[in-house]
T-cell receptor, first 116, second 111 residues
Framework: GAGVSQSPSNKVTEKGKDVELRCDPI?????LYWYRQSLGQGLEFLIY????????KSGLPSDRFSAERTGGSVSTLTIQRTQQEDSAVYLC??????????????FGPGTRLTVT | KNQVEQSPQSLIILEGKNCTLQ??????????LRWYKQDTGRGPVSLTI?????NTKSNGRYTATLDADTKQSSLHITASQLSDSASYIC??????????FGTGTRLQVFP
């Protein structure tokens, strides 16, 4: 079956513009995660969805970042007024269920965002 | 502070050789520990998942160990292949829905 897909694969934007990143999780997965991977850095947790609700938004770096999930499926991560430090690879992952159980997370290929 | 530290930062080995990657963590409470392989330009792919009660888990030529008392884990790769060249990421899951990622070990396997 299809894995996690993300679009666009690459995005170049000018500083100050808004961008929307999309994630299509594996069908039937209730948990969805967004991460950010900056050059030479480890993955940084941004936000977690269980269904359409986000019990943990603590990783969002500023109020310029927001995310939503509709229909328990597709999620969009929006970055407003982009800054150069937002340049990174944004990864999405889905899991059959969330919570502190060892369900495997399946990652998408990521969106490489470059802010010029 | 919850942290996951990996060593070495990078490693070069010859094809056919074995290697061991290390992971130390301070995450508490601890739920499970995962090792991921990330090829360049791709998302991470899970290799192993271990709960605190498991000491070892294998996936083909990959064997992960866990010592929950010392909060250390290792990933042993046997008979390395060129396709093993990748970043290997240790990830620890506490009691929240948040994973703590290590910065990874960059492994290069040369013929």
């Amino acid at each position: 079956g299809a894995g996690v897909s993300q679009s666009p694969s690459n995005k170049v934007t000018e500083k100050g513009k808004d961008v929307e990143l999309r994630c299509d999780p594996i069908s039937g997965h209730t948990a969805l995660y967004w991460y950010r991977q900056s050059l030479g850095q480890g993955l940084e947790f941004l936000i977690y969805f269980q269904g359409n609700s986000a019990p943990d938004k603590s990783g969002l770096p500023s109020d310029r970042f927001s995310a939503e999930r509709t229909g328990g499926s597709v999620s969009t991560l929006t970055i407003q007024r982009t800054q150069q430090e937002d340049s990174a690879v944004y990864l999405c992952a889905s899991s059959p269920q969330g919570g502190p159980t060892p369900y495997e997370q399946y990652f998408g290929p990521g969106t490489r965002l470059t802010v010029t | 502070k919850n942290q996951v530290e990996q060593s070495p930062q990078s490693l070069i080995i010859l094809e056919g050789k074995n290697c061991t990657l290390q992971c130390n963590y301070t995450v508490s409470p601890f739920s499970n520990l995962r090792w991921y392989k990330q090829d360049t330009g791709r998302g991470p792919v899970s290799l192993t998942i271990m709960t605190f009660s498991e000491n070892t888990k294998s996936n083909g030529r990959y064997t992960a160990t866990l010592d929950a008392d010392t909060k250390q884990s290792s990933l042993h790769i046997t008979a390395s292949q060129l396709s093993d060249s990748a970043s290997y990421i240790c990830v620890v899951y506490g009691n929240t829905d948040k994973l703590i990622f290590g910065t990874g070990t960059r492994l290069q396997v040369f013929p």
